[in-house]
């Protein structure tokens, strides 16, 4: 009866709409006005100690383990627990935990590793004909997945006023998308460098099948160990939410030493609105060592160095839109991923995907691309339409 009284207490207001839930039991509870949009069922009770230290790894593992089930849309049964803010997990470690994690160059390497060598193939059976893994950029209702993500990438280079012969460096390049497009359009000089063995292998033999080596070279190498090198443009995508809260910091202090007098960077990335966060279940089974910065942190880093920003932008929707579509391609891609991988590992990546792209919609987390230069830079047109031409 206690433990019953728990899961009442807490669940009677976790989402925002109509819910129908099944205890273990098989006593069956309605909350909400209205029909239900979604049956939720515990097959077995959670740990109440394991809620209470993290309800997000708490949450998590009964659903990857199976017992706990969610009938209905469950993107949409996750965005109503995060508008459901004064619920037991729309205010709770699910969307904040400061993480304190060791983030020497080795164990980024090792997480990179564990999320990024999963395996070229695994990524290739859902993500597009890019291999692009970033937020893509949705110019029509109508684009598909490949021509957003062509859309995002010659947004970046647009933005970055690049020229022929400039140099650029490309940090956590990924499969090379982004710099072979640079060199292949701009006719600049390319570096990539990523910490991924199966993205830097698949990186460099793209390079040599594109007639590329002459412009574009890629490296599995740390960007903090870059020496003797200095870049007209800096990009990078995706990658700041690597390096850890107490790296921030040394991340823009590196591009400053990278960048020439008068340079120009772009940073695309996850943030956060309020304060720097991270997840205790995407951390476990995700991302480890991951964080996202917020809004100001990476602004008062930016003025910090003199930097001088010139342009910022919101694809908060993109990046939603783009989840979506990838939880589409996962769902499709099942008779493949399960000839490898078990219906543990399927329904984890099932819930990371839903739920990202849930804090997206919801405004949990944003997504934002900074402009800004070392030194004033005049060369950049003076109005921001040479981003759209």
Known sequence: MVEEFFYKNILKNLFSDPVQITLWNGETLHYGEGKPRFHVTFHKPLSKKEVAMDPSIAFGEAYMNGDLEIQGDLEKAIQSIYKKQDSFLGNSKLQYFKSKWNFSKQKNKEDIAYHYDIGNDFYKLWL???????????????????????????????????????????????????ITAAAKQYGVKAMGVTLSEEQYAQTSERIKQEGLTELVEVSLLDYRDIQGRKFDKIVSVGMIEHVGKDHITEYFETVNTLLNNGGLSLLHCISSPTNGATNGWIEKYIFPGGYVPAVNELITNMTNQQFYIVDVESLRRHYGKTLQHWARNFEHALGEIRQTKDERFIRMWRLYLNACAASFFTGNIDLHQFVFTKGINDSIPMTRSYMYE
Do not use: P
């Open 128 to 178: 597009d004909d890019t291999m692009t893994y970033s937020c893509a950029y949705f110019k029509s209702d109508k684009d598909t997945l490949t021509a957003a993500q062509h859309n995002k990438v010659n947004h970046i280079l647009r933005k970055l006023n690049l020229q022929k012969g400039d140099t650029l460096l490309d940090i956590g390049c990924g499969w090379g998308e982004l």
